[in-house]
């Protein structure tokens, strides 16, 4: 009888160890709480703010959550759900939050997130986020006004907001010109560059934006009289001499122009290779640094003569039949051959090698969104990263890329958008357009 209770004995204890670990490796003795995940700042809040919540509990599952927007100790419940089952081991909840709507008060408030598992001690997690309510936009106060834009120039403008802006610049339609923070006078002021492209006209739309930190946005309509510039239109002849000469350069470097025939090489330049151009190129001056560089008006290449201008309008035909177009988008300058290429003012180098139509090409960041390009070059005697004066040598012309002879393309551009860089060599324009407005 004493062996039998001694076997019963273990046999019992046997199966309540299986039975505990059964019930902890199912996950009703989980000691471990809930995993709250925010995918965004909620340290201000707007009039109107999206929130992503992450909510996990991969032992036991999740049995409930809670959000609320606590303000003077008053909850105002956002979102609430319960989960009847265990099988619920994560739940994204994505909130909109109107503080107008709940009747909230601008100033100081708390997001208080809980979520709850399904395990027999109901293990709970909350989370209390500090805000500010703010549903007040800036003001915008524009410091001197842009009258004059010559057609395909470029524009300037500063201006002041009644409080910190987390995004402010410009809108020219649809194509935003980021902003850069400098002091004027001895206050803080914004800044932005935009350029007005050859086509623009008196529908043209320009727009000041800012958003402060709590998502609340303003838009001011900036008033402005276009200059039209008409600009010249050319047909080129893509002769054969041509399309052999220059054609096997890209067919060489690009695997899908294997086996095509000069004329398709170069309809596959002009098109898709020039729009992988640009995008590269706006990219490269997606950024630029917050301070300006440059001094007085750009240097321009020494002795040169233009061969085309910016804005030109080339029409490209193939026995005596159109075949593609394309718009200029610099001053094409000519010396000698081998000639020295100088940056045309201070700058940072940010790009440095070969760019597919604009051959072995050189990119300066002079600050304030304001960038020189320089291309065809034979030789580049720069590097990413280093900063250059003006006139400093960086490379020597050539006829790399898309080039029929030994020439300069130099283009300068103000938030990745071409503009005439005939401005910026002009010490009257400079002047009135831009260093007055950063001496108010």
């Not at 800036?138 to 395909?152: A, H, L, T």
Request: aromatic residues 8%; charged residues 20%.
């Amino acid at each position: 009888m004493k062996k039998t209770g001694i076997i019963a004995a273990v046999c019992a204890i046997i199966l309540l160890a299986g039975a505990s670990g059964w019930l902890y490796f199912a996950g009703w003795l989980d000691r471990e709480k809930p995993a709250i995940q925010l995918d965004s700042d909620i340290s201000a809040i707007g009039r109107k703010k999206d929130i992503g919540i992450t909510f996990a509990d991969e032992r036991s599952g999740l049995s409930g959550l809670k959000v609320e927007l606590v303000q003077d100790n008053k909850p105002h419940l956002l979102a609430e759900e319960t989960f009847p089952s265990r099988s619920t081991r994560q739940k994204v909840l994505r909130l909109s939050v109107e503080p107008l709507a709940l009747q909230l008060n601008n100033g100081p408030a708390v997001v208080r997130i809980t979520a709850r598992d399904a395990s027999f001690f109901k293990n709970e997690t909350v989370v209390s986020e500090q805000t500010r309510i703010d549903t007040l936009p800036p003001q915008v106060y524009v410091m001197s006004p842009v009258n004059y834009i010559n057609q395909g120039g470029a524009g300037f403008i500063p201006y002041r907001t009644s409080k910190p802006a987390a995004l402010t610049g410009v809108f020219v339609d649809d194509r935003f010109y980021p902003g850069y923070n400098i002091v004027i006078g001895g206050k803080p002021t914004s800044v932005a560059f935009f350029a007005l492209g050859t086509g623009a006209s008196a529908a043209t739309k320009i727009v000041i934006f800012a958003r402060d930190n709590a998502g609340n946005e303003a838009r001011t309509s900036m008033p402005f009289t276009i200059k039209p510039k008409k600009f010249r239109a050319d047909k080129v002849n893509l002769s054969e001499t041509f399309l052999q000469k220059i054609m096997p350069e890209f067919q060489a470097s690009i695997p899908q122009l294997q086996g095509k025939t000069p004329v398709e090489v170069f309809g596959y330049v002009n098109t898709t290779l020039r729009e992988e151009n640009a995008k590269t190129i706006q990219s490269v001056c997606r950024k630029s640094i917050n301070k300006k560089l440059w001094e007085g008006a750009f240097h321009r290449m020494r002795d040169a003569a233009p061969m085309a201008l910016f804005g030109d309008q080339r029409t490209y035909l193939v026995d005596g039949k159109p075949f593609g177009n394309s718009v200029h988008l610099g001053v094409d300058l000519a010396s000698t051959a081998h000639a020295p290429i100088e940056a045309a003012a201070n700058g940072i180098i940010v790009f440095a090698g070969a760019l597919g139509i604009y051959g072995n090409a050189v990119i300066i960041d002079h600050g304030l969104g304001l960038f020189s390009l320089y291309g065809h070059l034979s030789a580049i005697e720069t590097t990413v990263g280093k900063s250059v004066k003006k006139e400093e040598k960086i490379g020597v012309s050539g006829l790399s890329g898309l080039a029929g002879g030994d020439h300069l393309h130099f283009s300068i551009l103000v938030g990745g958008e071409f503009v005439n860089p005939q401005e910026w060599w002009d010490p009257h324009w400079i002047e009135d357009n831009v260093m007055k407005k950063m001496t108010l």
